[in-house]
């Protein structure tokens, strides 16, 4: 059974930083993408980053494209999602998305999502 689960959110203040997990199981290959999203209340969802697990190149969003990183631990299958210079409009759930396929464009499965909420 394909999983991911996602942990790490919590709650920071404006300019703190977290670092979130996507722990992915039950895939037989590891030729495939990891994406990141979020979704504020009230927002349709945004992708905001994407990395080939093949040679770890990765994609950001515009809007967070200097402050968030994202990178693969292939051994541990696990993929982090570094965010710096968190601000109040960084708060919403956070998931990860497997692409199997289309690297970075469909997404396959989705985790559960984790809370990050930005206070000022």
């Known amino acids: 059974e394909v999983q991911l689960v996602e942990s790490g959110g919590g709650s920071v203040q404006a300019g703190g930083s977290l670092r979130l997990s996507c722990a992915a199981s039950g895939f037989t290959r590891n030729d495939y993408a990891i994406g990141w999203f979020r979704q504020a209340p009230g927002k349709e969802r945004e992708g905001i980053s994407c990395?080939?697990?093949?040679?770890?190149?990765?994609y950001y969003g515009d809007t967070v494209k200097g402050r968030f990183t994202t990178s693969s631990d292939n051994a541990k299958n696990t993929v982090y999602l570094q965010m710096y210079g968190l601000e109040p409009e960084d708060t919403a759930v956070y998931y990860c998305a497997a692409d199997l396929n289309s690297p970075c464009q469909d997404f396959d499965y989705y985790g559960q999502g984790t809370q990050v909420t930005v206070s000022s």
């Open positions: 990395i080939t697990l093949w040679d770890g190149r990765a």
